[in-house]
């Protein structure tokens, strides 16, 4: 007996709304990198920059969540339930980065 296997590739036709969206993405995510990469080299480094960083950095990452993830279309209270933790969370760090620098400075003099 033979054996034969036969292979039906079927392709599908290309869907353009699907592609646009992607370079649609891509470009605001570039878009948000060069305004990263442009604060880089024009200011000064410090408490403002960073800042500036790390406001872009959660601003491309919520996008990226939305968008590939599919979260922009879902319900408000899944959204918040997921965002709200994380500001918690966020809020929660700086927090403890605070108080833990006024301990250090009070018990070291620092």
Request: net charge neutral.
């Amino acid at each position: 007996m033979q054996n034969e296997e036969t292979n039906n590739v079927q392709v599908q036709p290309v869907d353009k709304e699907k592609i646009n969206k992607i370079w649609r993405v891509a470009g605001i995510l570039g878009a948000v990198t060069l305004v990263e990469f442009i604060f880089a080299f024009t200011m000064p480094r410090g408490v403002l920059l960073t800042s500036i960083f790390f406001g872009l950095t959660i601003v491309k990452a919520f996008y990226i969540v939305a968008e590939f993830m599919h979260l922009k279309h879902e319900q408000k209270s899944l959204i918040w339930s997921i965002l709200i933790p994380l500001i918690l969370i966020m809020w929660l760090i700086v927090a403890l980065m605070v108080e833990g620098e006024a301990i250090f400075t009070t018990r070291f003099g620092y």
